[in-house]
């Protein structure tokens, strides 16, 4: 047997048996996937699906949090008049200064520390979205919570800043029209010049974006009523794991530019 290698920039492994010469690269899986890793999420179809289980899931996760709350996670302004009401005195208690203050601050914190970048960053971003939210579920679980006590102040810094996380993400892309920020999407949709052509593509994506978030909404009001507001969270993170597992998987060139990249490099 003769084996020969060469540097693991270019490496390739050459195996010389009797019955002839076998050669495959040293990096065929690992180079592909990595590099699958550090390119860009392609806009496609799939892109577009994925961003409707992220509205999908802010739908669910902010009808329970308000049905529990009386607030808004991914609301910012909503939460700044709720501070205003509480600074002019007009507040019944002292809650809207701590619910709203704590969904105000870790939405700006989540919305400030998070970019968009390669595939794998918005892995990461995602999954970590999915994470506090099912965070928030156990501890809703685990610890006596209450519209006041400081499990519930936890559980809605989670999902503020889970709720900012995922509104810089999509923004990265060029579908704007998918976001659950609905007061734009519904003037934006409305306002369109082309509304009522058989062909626009904003105009479909801005009304299904709306539909993904009321059906979000139904669907968190029902479990939130019929189980509690845990399951609802729960709900919410396994729809954003469903685009992240997309996000992971999914290529960017297809299988065929798979192997055209590959056979370049080799």
């Not at 799939?46 to 902010?62: C, H, K, N, R, Y």
């Not at 302004?77 to 105000?104: M, Q």
């Not at 969270?233 to 590959?262: D, E, N, Q, Y």
Request: charged letters at 15%; proline letters at 2%; one cysteine or more.
């Amino acid at each position: 047997m003769n084996v020969r290698s060469r540097s693991s920039t270019g490496a390739s492994l050459e195996i010389r048996l009797e019955e002839g010469t076998t050669r495959f690269s040293a990096h065929s899986r690992e180079d592909i996937y990595w590099s699958h890793l550090e390119e860009r999420i392609p806009e496609n179809g799939f892109l577009e699906l994925a961003l409707l289980f992220f509205i999908f899931s802010t739908g669910v996760q902010d009808t329970s949090v308000f049905l529990a709350f009386s607030c808004s996670a991914s609301n910012p302004i909503s939460n700044t008049e709720y501070l205003a009401i509480g600074a002019t005195g007009l507040a019944p208690t002292a809650l809207y200064y701590g619910v709203s203050g704590v969904c105000f601050t870790f939405f700006i914190a989540g919305a400030y520390a998070t970019g968009q970048a390669e595939r794998i960053l918005l892995v990461v971003s995602s999954l970590t979205q999915a994470t506090l939210i099912w965070a928030a579920g156990v501890i809703y679980y685990s610890c006596a919570v209450s519209q006041g006590s400081p499990a519930g102040y936890i559980i809605l810094s989670f999902l503020s800043f889970s709720s900012a996380s995922q509104f810089v993400v999509t923004r990265g892309f060029s579908r704007s029209e998918l976001t659950s920020m609905s007061t734009s999407t519904y003037i934006n949709l409305l306002a369109d010049a082309k509304l009522h052509k058989a062909s626009n593509s904003p105009r479909n994506y801005r009304f299904a974006s709306l539909l993904s978030l009321v059906f979000g909404s139904v669907v968190g009001a029902y479990i939130t009523k019929r189980a509690n507001v845990g399951v609802a969270f729960f709900i919410a993170a396994l729809a954003k794991l469903v685009s992240i597992a997309w996000f992971l998987v999914k290529p960017t060139k297809g299988l065929a530019g798979i192997r055209r990249w590959h056979g370049s490099r080799n």
